[in-house]
């Protein structure tokens, strides 16, 4: 019982390091991983050896078999070559054939003058398992280079179109992520490439939800086609990205302004949340007020998103008072978001707004409020924690003021 525990608990460890790791290298401790659980549960080990380039990729079988190599485990080895042998005459048999979908076994296995057959002898010792009955060696490895070109001619490989200097046909829907970021230089600055790839980056972006979206702005290595990209998809789902806050919170942020009162701790916890806020109601035209010892205006009617994430980045000022008057004077619409950590029962007195504050007890709703003080600020205290959760325990306070 304990020894199938320990078998059970390592294949969790292993299953969990797969679906964590976004590229094909994982560190060597995982594929040592999988021998020791070969040893302790063969049947185990198998169940997961079998399925790993659903995980993972099939790339991950050469990194194992250096494993197996490095520690002289050669049953486990003999098993994969039988396993990818297997595959590879599966493809090659069924490549005609419409309905069949190929692997993707023929991207990542190793050619004659790869490092990987050098490394393992690849080719050489899979020969028993993949074509036994072809003894010379030179005939076997043309058949072997025929089979795998093949097999990437139907695949529509990346590499190969570079290599052909095709790039015009290349589809990026099936490019890996790792093959565009290596070669994203040559793809977009070639003419005959750089509108498809526009036009995938553009799907790509709003396919992004709201949180993915607002977080991946932060990222400074994007390119200039990306963020051109990137633009343009927040233009399309700016509508559903205010429906989406509109829904949660009964806050508008269309004809609004922004007044931004964030601690240190706030800021740099909350940045992508409080950047979503900042670039959507910039680009409605509404001013963003920071709060500083003389309270400034960050935007200045630009909309550039990038921009407004640079300036944003670079400009926490914190300030112990609120000058409500200049906050006023600065803000031109009619609705003012005030977004405050310091917002609550103890603390309200000490933020120095020259109005009166009315509470729920005073008012019933809100309709009551703008009807008994039409021509005041109003103030309406209110923590959207419970129910926040695109942007959780950001949002402390609307202040809406009629002109």
């Not at 390119?223 to 998809?233: I, M, Q, R, V």
């Not at 935007?299 to 980045?313: S, V």
Request: charged share 25%.
């Amino acid at each position: 019982m304990f020894k199938n525990n320990n078998a059970q608990t390592l294949a969790l460890n292993i299953r969990n390091n797969f679906e964590k790791s976004k590229y094909p290298t994982k560190p060597s401790y995982v594929y040592q991983n999988i021998i020791t659980l070969f040893k302790i549960d063969e049947s185990l080990a198998m169940e997961f050896i079998n399925n790993m380039y659903k995980f993972g990729y099939w790339k991950d079988y050469l990194y194992l078999l250096c494993a197996t190599k490095k520690c002289n485990e050669k049953r486990l080895a003999m098993i994969i070559y039988d396993l990818l042998a297997k595959q590879l005459l599966r493809d090659y048999k069924n490549s005609s054939n419409k309905n069949y979908r190929i692997s993707l076994l023929a991207k990542w296995i190793p050619r004659e003058k790869g490092s990987y057959n050098k490394k393992l002898n690849f080719i050489h010792t899979i020969k028993p398992f993949l074509l036994p009955d072809i003894e010379d060696m030179k005939s076997y490895k043309r058949q072997y280079r025929i089979m795998v070109a093949s097999l990437n001619k139907k695949l529509d490989t990346t590499e190969i179109k570079l290599s052909a200097k095709q790039l015009d046909k290349i589809n990026f829907d099936n490019v890996h992520s790792t093959c565009l970021k290596k070669n994203m230089n040559t793809f977009k600055n070639n003419e005959d490439s750089k509108i498809a790839l526009s036009n995938f980056l553009f799907k790509k972006f709003v396919s992004y939800d709201y949180n993915r979206f607002f977080k991946n702005i932060l990222n400074t290595n994007l390119n200039d086609l990306e963020k051109l990209a990137y633009t343009n998809a927040f233009y399309l789902n700016r509508n559903d990205f205010c429906k989406k806050i509109y829904n949660i919170s009964k806050v508008s942020l269309k004809s609004a302004d922004l007044f931004l009162d964030i601690n240190k701790k706030k800021y740099d916890t909350k940045l992508s949340e409080i950047l979503s806020l900042v670039i959507l109601v910039s680009s409605y035209g509404g001013k963003v007020i920071i709060n500083s010892n003389i309270p400034f205006v960050l935007n200045q009617d630009e909309k550039n998103i990038f921009e407004l994430r640079d300036k944003l980045c670079g400009s926490f000022i914190y300030s112990k008072n609120i000058d409500s008057d200049k906050v006023i004077k600065l803000s031109k619409k009619k609705k003012l978001i005030v977004i405050s950590d310091r917002w609550n029962d103890s603390t309200k007195n000490y933020i120095n707004w020259d109005f009166d504050i009315p509470t729920k007890k005073n008012f019933t709703s809100r309709r009551e409020i703008n009807n008994k003080i039409l021509n005041k600020i109003v103030v309406e205290p209110k923590c959207y924690s419970e129910y926040w959760y695109t942007i959780p325990t950001i949002i402390y306070g609307v202040m809406t003021y009629l002109l």
